[in-house]
């Protein structure tokens, strides 16, 4: 084992309660009384574990695990239990900054900067149009503010130009999801449907890190873990496949070639609920395993073994998580495990099904209510000229009013200041300095900008280069919506107000739409008024929020959309839509109500191994760490389990290249260099690294990641890179 | 796109006709992933003259290797035009002016071009195999590739006992695929065991037995002599009941273009691993195509791995084809054989493992850390890990036994230590929980409360038990967390 860190002499190694602290004295907020407990959720991933805050008279926040909600079932991960730290962080922005004449960012009062932000779009919006102002949004924002950031961009702004990093997370899943079923909904089931099970297949997932409260329900199924290097998912995995970064899609054609070669297909299923099977087993059919063996290194005995441990379960589940989903072939990828699980007669039958991961802590409902560059509210698709009208309608414009599709994230910040592209760049809720690909080059695209304003509660390293910084709110101080990973709207709780000088998102939206000419009414600054728009404007969707109410939801009630407003068949008295913890149980949403094969073979990543980098990178999570880091590297507890990066290589290969376990290194791909301490995993391929993407400055991982995107989701491909390592001397 | 037709290698003998054929498929349809819109010259360039960039790909041949070299110039977005010519038409190759001669008198000028001609498989000379008019007797067939499920049961549809003739891979394959089949299968092979060509005498001798258990017969050492409806003669005199005689006697490669164009040609067309005959602008792939870097006569067909690497270095990339691996299909088997039979005698560090008992065999021949060649059989890990090391020329790990058994490697044992971390979800460590214990946190529930081990993933539950039992036990000193062994369970039911 490498020498980490010890851990940490904090107070709570000595006997301080469970419950986890924060606070400072004299931060006594106004309107939420002391000691009233608040059931809201945690402020990262897409599980949106149940937290209970409570805040006592001095204005210290404690968090405990919501007794009896079904998703974390009483746990939390380190992360959760230190985030009250988060609230109180010492750097916490506290005031607009605006970039003075010698260039420092300096304080300024909220109308000075709104007035000087507002000011510079409409000189760039004159000078340029109106695409030459941008947005990036965030799937961390509730559902109320991504609704209004979208109708901000579109109306307030009159840009085509948002995208949100979302894309660079889910964005394959959601595309493969669509074609197949009609619908994108992370899981179509409950969590807790997962305990069930018999067989879980995890493809590119490793939640034991990332959610580990997740694998409370998976428990009892047996684990098929497809990743290429053994993470602690894959350490209580029946079966174990280890595939070379970049050949996912081999490996997922492998395996339904070994499904038709060993006759284990559901042919009834295949008949009465499936299109496409035939078209899709012309691609797959020369995929045999023992080819893919040679692609994948995944021995074909193991392809045909999770096959049929798949097939002979009664109950199983196939998931996939970013692994499959980060490539340029990350649509195909889960397309081709959809296939599998469609083979077989899995998805929308009780007890089984396929589902995504999702990732982000709205990453579900960030995506279906208009920050992306394709969509409306409601994930209605904004070149359909029915949806268009529809949102118009709600909107109160007209439908030639609203721009048409923009570009994908990593499209919209590559073409910022380049002619035609973008001038000014407003980021809510994301740190592409550290998330996106190829990061030097955002980094040299973000300075070029005229106008790069960040919303965000701490300076994170995208907040330090803008020319504006907003100090906005965060989770425990604001009141929402978020939907989790299965799809479920929950509502996120203040418990305290927040500090002075920091205003909501919704609040900011308002503030710059009035002084962009907007009609005030237009961006309300309440959640739950913004939440009452939003319905509408779903209403009729793919994403039907219209039937859920904040009082429907604070009444405890566990809403999954589609939950649509429309009466039942006892007309206008009929009980409210129950929601829909389970879809596709009667069929997929495509109008034929048949799910889709879809006909995809064999592509290999963008980048191979060569003479001059002769490993493959893959980048993931760290169980201490959130996304970019910006806001788990400010908890103490957090930082002393994991301080800095380090890339984790196999000992022979470390040998090979005269690097010792801790030493640092330096490690290279065609787009720059990144610095790490190695770590030595005997576990690992031998031609493999890994780097963890939470960490800034010279230790990003993504200095290395590529720009190559998927030609459907646009997603970039994070998880291979060729890479070189070598010793690196001491600073 | 224009529409994709399924045609065989019929053509017109029209220069036009024959340069749109271009969208020839077998069977596996382009479908979405091949617009070949972009990829349809126009006709009528007959008779134009002026050099053509290296971009301007023309590839001879229609088969499976054409059409696989197509997709993958497609896919990688290939921008120069593409076109194909089946290798009937073609009368010549005019390698100073840099273009071909159809039968119709028409000229195709090229930048790059690819012999993708395919080959046919070798018939031999064994009196009763053909009819006086040049076909195959009823009851003779040629082996086909084994793709998709049931291959065994559509390898022949025959009922009877059915012999292979000839058991290098593809023979050893047939024969596995129609014995799962449920067929009654002889091989007969001219060599002292099967693939005798690939195998040292072990790896042979052992899968003759494994072939044997399998219930199919094999005349090792034999030829045939003569077939007559439903039998098979051989040398030593014997009679083989044959309703189906399957030949798998090897292939032809089309290299008579080549040839008369004066480039190298063996067994089949030579080339090096960037698949680059003598000529720099002329490629070849396939089963028609030889590489030199390797004694290993020509690729197995289908040759993906050349089609991506002839796409990607026409498109820019410095590429290499992967050496070729040969890997049997049989699900139980495990037959990989890498390089070939000198390499294995000759490179200079050998490892070994023999267990004969349960069928394993692995040899592995290494120069300079790299496989050079090897040989594993019944080690299916083994098979999937060497043939990576192999194909990528990447260096053997130090645990070769782990390597060649397929154990995985062992996680470094955790010490008793106080910094281990017991609960990884809250990175509580083993001192932190012995702290807790010690300040009067003497159950599981306590120690989650003191020090939030447990509430995470909740998977080491069942350690912090152990924990305190441990504790809680007269022998159980400091440090027993770990060697409590099952007194945990026995905790946590009180």
Redesign the interface.
């Known amino acids: 084992?490498s020498d980490?860190a010890?851990?940490p002499a904090g107070p709570?190694?000595g006997?301080a309660?469970?419950a986890a602290r924060a606070g400072t004295p004299g931060d006594i907020p106004a309107g939420i009384p002391a000691d009233t407990p608040a059931d809201t959720h945690c402020p990262y991933c897409a599980l949106q574990c149940g937290t209970r805050l409570s805040r006592a008279a001095d204005g210290a926040v404690t968090v405990r695990?919501t007794p009896g909600f079904p998703v974390n079932q009483?746990?939390?991960?380190?992360k959760g239990?230190t985030a009250p730290a988060l609230l109180d962080t010492p750097d916490r922005l506290r005031t607009p900054l605006l970039r003075d004449a010698g260039g420092t960012l300096a304080p300024a009062g909220w109308d000075t900067a709104l007035d000087t932000i507002a000011g510079r779009l409409r000189e760039l919006r004159a000078r340029y149009g109106p695409d030459a102002v941008a947005v990036l949004g965030g799937g961390g924002l509730t559902n109320e503010k991504a609704y209004l950031l979208g109708k901000f961009a579109r109306l307030a702004l009159g840009t085509s130009q948002i995208d949100y990093n979302g894309r660079f997370c889910m964005s394959s899943a959601a595309a493969a999801g669509n074609a197949a079923f009609g619908i994108d909904r992370g899981l179509p089931f409950p969590v807790t449907d997962l305990a069930g099970a018999e067989v879980v297949l995890l493809a590119g997932a490793n939640p034991?890190?990332t959610m580990?409260?997740?694998?409370?329900h998976l428990?009892g199924p047996e684990l098929i873990v497809i990743d290429p290097r053994?993470t602690?998912t894959a350490e209580?995995a029946a079966l174990?496949l280890q595939p070379?970064p970049g050949t996912d899609l081999a490996l997922a054609l492998g395996l339904l070639h070994a499904a038709?070669?060993?006759?284990l297909l559901d042919h009834d299923y295949i008949e009465t609920r499936t299109t496409g099977f035939d078209?899709c087993w012309?691609?797959a059919?020369?995929a045999?395993?023992?080819?893919v063996?040679?692609i994948t290194?995944?021995?074909?005995?193991?392809q045909?073994a999770a096959v049929r441990m798949l097939a002979a379960a009664g109950r199983r589940y196939l998931l996939t998580g970013r692994g499959s989903e980060q490539h340029s072939t990350g649509v195909d990828t889960v397309a081709a495990y959809i296939n599998l699980a469609l083979a077989l007669g899995m998805p929308g039958r009780p007890g089984s099904g396929y589902g995504c991961l999702t990732g982000q802590g709205n990453g579900q409902g960030g995506r279906e209510h208009g920050q992306k560059a394709d969509q409306l509210p409601g994930y209605r698709m904004i070149t359909d000229p029915a949806a268009r009208g529809h949102v118009a309608r709600v909107w109160g414009v007209a439908p030639e009013d609203l721009p048409g599709a923009g570009r994908s994230a990593w499209e919209l910040l590559d073409s910022l200041a380049t002619p035609g592209g973008p001038r000014a760049l407003l980021v809510f809720g994301t740190n592409p300095v550290v998330s996106a690909p190829h990061a030097a080059r955002v980094a040299r695209k973000l300075a070029a900008l005229d106008l790069l304003v960040v919303a965000d509660f701490v300076p994170s390293e995208t907040a330090r280069l803008a020319h504006a910084v907003l100090p906005v709110t965060q989770w425990a101080e604001e009141d929402g919506t978020m939907t989790s990973l299965e799809g479920r709207v929950l509502r996120r709780r203040a418990v305290r107000t927040p500090p002075p000088g920091v205003r909501g998102d919704l609040d900011v939206l308002h503030g710059l739409a009035v002084r962009l000419g907007e009609p005030a009414a237009r961006y309300p600054t309440s959640p739950r008024a913004v939440f009452d728009e939003l319905r509408r404007a779903s209403a009729g969707g793919r994403a039907d929020y219209s039937g859920i109410s904040y009082e429907r939801l604070d009444s405890g009630e566990a809403l999954y959309w589609p939950c649509p407003a429309a009466p039942g068949p006892g007309g206008a008295r009929a009980a409210p839509h129950p929601g829909t913890p389970r879809l596709f149980l009667d069929g997929f949403a495509h109008p034929d109500g048949r799910a889709r094969f879809a006909?995809?073979?064999?592509?290999?990543a963008a980048e191979?191994?060569?003479p001059g980098f002769p490993l493959h990178a893959t980048t993931g999570r760290l169980?201490?760490h959130y996304q970019s880091g910006a806001q788990t590297r400010r908890i103490a507890?957090l930082t002393?389990?994991a301080p800095e990066p380090e890339v984790e290589i196999?000992?022979?290969t470390a040998?090979?290249l005269g690097v010792g376990d801790g030493q640092r290194v330096r490690v290279s791909s065609a787009r720059g260099s990144t610095v790490a301490r190695a770590r030595l995993v005997?576990?690992l391929r031998?031609?493999t690294v890994f780097l963890p993407f939470h960490f800034p400055g010279a230790g990003r991982a993504n200095l290395l990641t590529g720009t190559a995107l998927d030609p459907v989701s646009r997603m970039p491909e994070f998880k291979v890179s060729a890479v070189c390592v070598e010793p690196e001397p001491a600073p | 796109m224009t529409t994709t037709t399924t045609t065989t290698t019929t053509t017109t003998a029209t220069s036009s006709a024959a340069t749109t054929a271009l969208n020839t498929t077998t069977?596996?349809?382009t479908?979405?992933?091949t617009g070949n819109a972009a990829h349809n010259a126009t006709a009528g360039t007959a008779g134009t003259t002026g050099a053509r960039g290296a971009g301007d790909v023309l590839i001879l041949g229609n088969g499976p290797d054409a059409v696989r070299l197509t997709r993958a110039l497609h896919?990688l977005g290939h921008p120069g035009p593409v076109r194909m010519l089946p290798e009937p038409v073609v009368t010549a190759i005019d390698r100073r002016r840099r273009r071909v001669r159809t039968a119709d008198g028409g000229e195709h000028p090229y930048g790059t071009l690819a012999l993708a001609l395919g080959a046919r498989p070798h018939i031999p000379d064994v009196p009763g195999l053909r009819c006086p008019e040049g076909q195959l007797r009823g009851g003779v067939r040629v082996g086909t590739p084994l793709?998709?499920?049931?291959?065994g049961r559509r390898a022949t549809t025959t009922p009877g006992p059915v012999v292979v003739l000839g058991a290098g891979p593809d023979g050893t394959d047939a024969a596995l695929a129609l014995r799962r089949a449920g067929r009654q299968v002889t091989v007969v092979h001219p060599g002292a065991h099967p693939m005798s060509r690939r195998l040292d005498r072990t790896a042979g001798e052992l899968l003759a037995g494994a072939l044997a258990e399998r219930g199919i017969r094999v005349h090792a050492g034999a030829t045939a002599v003569e077939f007559t409806p439903g039998k098979l003669t051989l040398d030593d005199g014997r009679i083989l009941e044959a309703a189906t005689l399957l030949l798998c006697t090897g292939t032809v490669p089309h290299t008579r273009l080549a040839a008369e164009a004066g480039l190298p040609v063996g067994h089949g067309v030579l080339v090096d691993s960037r698949l680059r005959t003598a000529d720099p602008h002329i490629s070849a792939l396939g089963s028609c195509a030889e590489l030199t870097t390797t004694a290993d006569g020509p690729a197995a067909p289908?040759a993906?791995?050349q089609a991506?690497a002839l796409a990607a270095r026409l498109t820019g990339?410095?590429?290499t084809a992967?050496p070729p691996?040969v890997?049997?299909?049989d699900?139980a088997l495990?037959l990989a054989v890498m390089g070939s039979r000198q390499a294995l005698e000759e490179a200079p560090d050998q490892i070994t493992l023999h267990d004969p008992a349960r069928g394993r065999y692995a040899r592995l021949a290494l120069r300079r850390d790299r496989v050079a060649a090897a040989v594993v059989l019944g080690l299916?890990?083994a098979?999937?890990?060497v043939?990576?090391l192999y194909?990528?020329a990447?260096?053997v790990?130090?645990a070769r036994l782990a390597l060649l058994l397929?154990t995985?490697?062992?996680?470094?044992g955790?010490p008793d230590s106080p910094?281990t971390?017991v609960c990884?979800?809250?990175?509580?460590?083993l001192?932190?929980l012995r702290?807790a214990w010690d300040?009067g946190a003497r159950d599981v529930a306590a120690l989650?409360?003191?020090?939030?081990a447990t509430?995470?993933?909740?998977?080491c539950t069942d350690e912090v038990a152990r924990l305190c039992s441990a504790r809680t036990a007269p022998s159980g000193g400091p440090g027993g967390a770990r060697s409590a062994g099952r007194g945990a369970r026995e905790g946590r039911a009180r």
């Open positions: 084992m980490r010890p851990a709570r190694a006997a309660p469970a695990p009483g746990g939390l991960c380190q239990w034991a890190e580990p409260p997740l694998m409370r428990d053994r602690p209580r174990h070379r038709v070669a060993e006759e078209a012309r691609q059919r020369e045999w395993p023992e080819r063996e040679a290194g995944v021995p074909a005995a193991d045909r006909p995809v073979g064999h592509r290999e191979r191994t060569g169980l201490a507890e002393a389990a196999h000992p022979d040998a090979r005997a576990t031998t031609d | 069977g596996a349809t479908g979405a992933t896919r793709a998709g499920p049931a291959a289908p993906w791995d991506e990339a410095d590429r992967p691996v890997r049997l299909r699900p495990h299916p890990r098979a999937a890990a043939t990576q194909r990528e990447r260096p790990p130090a397929g995985p490697p062992l996680r470094p955790a910094a971390v990884r979800c809250n990175h509580v460590t001192g932190e702290e300040r989650a409360e003191a020090t939030r509430t995470g993933c909740g998977s």
